[in-house]
């Protein structure tokens, strides 16, 4: 494993969890992602709106103010094209709304509730990403 971080790892989930409680305690709200983006373009109060809205900058602009100040080079894998990128973005959404929620909302908030849909939902997530690597590297035959 050549980038294991567990500190900026540990970091990152303490900070993730502190959000979630936030959210939860200040709103009432679970913290997944896809039910809150969907939410922006689905509610007809403004307040709603906004306050989803807000989540989603925070969210995307900490990703954008962590880069800037621990820059780091990625270098994408020859074989992921953009076109690949984007369908799989979209199997991810047909799949967040299928799944009644995304790994943050079931991950975090419903394990966290100790809610039986969320671990089950969890479980099915982990053991298809794991399917889907080894479908990816016998296919294409290099790492995933």
Known sequence: MENFTPYTSLAGGILIGISASILMYLNGRIAGISGIVSGIFNSSSTKEKAWRLAFVVGLVGGAFVYAYFFPVVVAPREYMTTTLLVVGGLIVGVGT??????????????????????????????????????????LLGGAA
């Open 97 to 138: 709304a299928m799944g009644g929620g995304c790994t943050s909302g079931h991950g975090i908030c419903g394990m966290s509730r100790f809610s039986l849909r969320s671990i089950t939902a969890t479980f099915t997530f982990l053991a298809s990403g794991i399917v889907t690597v080894y479908l990816v590297k016998l």
